[in-house]
């Protein structure tokens, strides 16, 4: 029989008093696309940083293709053979590709070797596998998929035959995601064997051959991807049933609530961020807005939430508020009945060094309902806060933990209570489920469609589109700063959208492929 690509036995990892990793053991086949899953502090990139040479386990071994082998750091792991592809990519933006190729794989002083001995290498590769991409073009000004296209030649250029992806498609557009996934199944049909890190089930179910479930950093299953389902993963992964759609009704949109007319924000570098936009949320309605990052929804969000300044008309409530200057920062915009859930939780909407019953309330502190006298009503706002968290199940729910000691989900859960109690008439809310677990993800939806049967109008910006296509009841597509259009998530697919993303509006040619060709050659 073939010797595994890739055997851990018994892999344990402490940082302290936390277990990362707990007596692992995989078995991953050679030329197989092998998907590992979990809730977030399952232990997922502790262990591929173990065998990508990061990290030193406290105990265990790893064996490849039957050898035992030792892996005390990365040069270790590319020798074996290992090339890792990380979420946020490792690349010199103002290199080109050719030079970001050779980085610490030169022959010699001579760069001019080196150089003309990877562009014959990098050609073969593009050939081989579909990894198309202009040799002189400069890191920078390449797109993001195209820069992802780069990280894998260069693990192949260093003659990787195990890779390693972790969250891969966090940053494409579903066109782009397409492409990877057909990049994959080329490597494998190669003989290529591939650890895909995703918390997308649906990406799990399409690509892999076999599935390993992390759970409280042990292994809880390893299965066929053919013999399970997106149900028993999630059942695996959280220890309990979980509801993947969004439970909601048909919307019954009402007046309009916010309006905005030709906005536009200038970024602290003098960079046109938001270039003139028009668009509307009424009453009862949530409003998606998708995009891949970085085209101008995070700016959205903080003019709305009077984080930055900007230009145009926008009215709540059918009255104008400032952009700039007095009456243009967050507690105005509160006043005006506008909560935030920022993109950022972290650095944003929580100060992590204080409690959990200090974060319910910031913002909100000066409000007379939390005075007693000219002091803050603590012992009231504490009360409160153990209501707000057991209403919206925070664990644990002790309001006087200090905010840094709850997990992402917990901390989400946190901001929602404070900003979704206020009875706002408009709730902002960016990348809810971000960096959350499969299980809170399911409470934060019902949360917010809750506000919506309530009669209250939310605009949601998110990277997932997934999460976009079932919570919206419209669909305001960005790029570039522009609204690329507008959809009824009833009427319209990833692809449709997934080209909008890419600012092409003639859709149309979604029915034949041409424009996703044209994308994906780019």
Known sequence: MTAPAIELKGISKAFGPVQANKDISISVQPGTIHGIIGENGAGKSTLMSILYGFYKADAGEIFIKGQKTQIPDSQHAIKAGIGMVFQHFKLV????????????????AMLTTSLGKARKELKHLADEYGLNVDPDAVIENLSVGHQQRVEILKALYRKAEILILDEPTGVLTPAEADQ??????RLREEGKTIILITHKLREIMDTTDTVS?????????????????????????????????VDKVPATPGKTVLDVKGLRVVDEKGVERVKGIDLTVRAGEILGIAGVAGNGQSELLEVLGGFAD??????????????????????????????????????????????????????????KDHQSGILMDNAGIQAEAQEKMDRFDVRPPNPKLAAKNFSGGNQQKIVLAREIERNPDLLLIGQ???????????????????????????LLVSVEL????????????MFDGHIMGERDPAQTNERELGLLMAGITDTSAVTNGASEEALNDG
Not at 180 to 185: K, V
Not at 219 to 231: D, F, H, Q
């Open 466 to 477: 997934d999460e976009i296509m079932s919570l919206s009841d419209r669909i305001a597509v």
């Open 310 to 367: 900007g230009t145009g008309v926008i009215t709540m409530n059918g009255t104008e508020i400032p952009l700039t200057g007095q009456g243009a920062d967050g507690r105005a915009r509160r006043d005006a009945g506008i909560s935030h859930v920022p993109e950022d939780r972290q650095r944003e909407g929580l100060i992590m060094e204080y409690s959990a019953w200090e974060n319910t309330v910031f913002g909100y502190h000066r409000d």
């Open 432 to 458: 809810p489920t971000r960096g959350v677990d499969i299980g809170a993800i399911e409470f934060i939806h019902q949360q917010v469609v809750n506000l919506r049967d309530q009669g209250k109008a939310i």
């Open 213 to 245: 479930v992390m759970r409280r950093g042990e292994m809880t299953a390893t299965v066929k991807t053919s013999e399970t389902s997106p149900e028993e993963l999630a059942e695996l992964m959280v220890g309990r049933k979980v509801l993947l759609r």
């Open 180 to 185: 990877l996934f057909r990049i994959l199944d």
């Open 93 to 108: 933006e103002n290199f080109t590709v050719l030079e970001n190729i050779i980085l610490g794989a030169e022959d010699g």
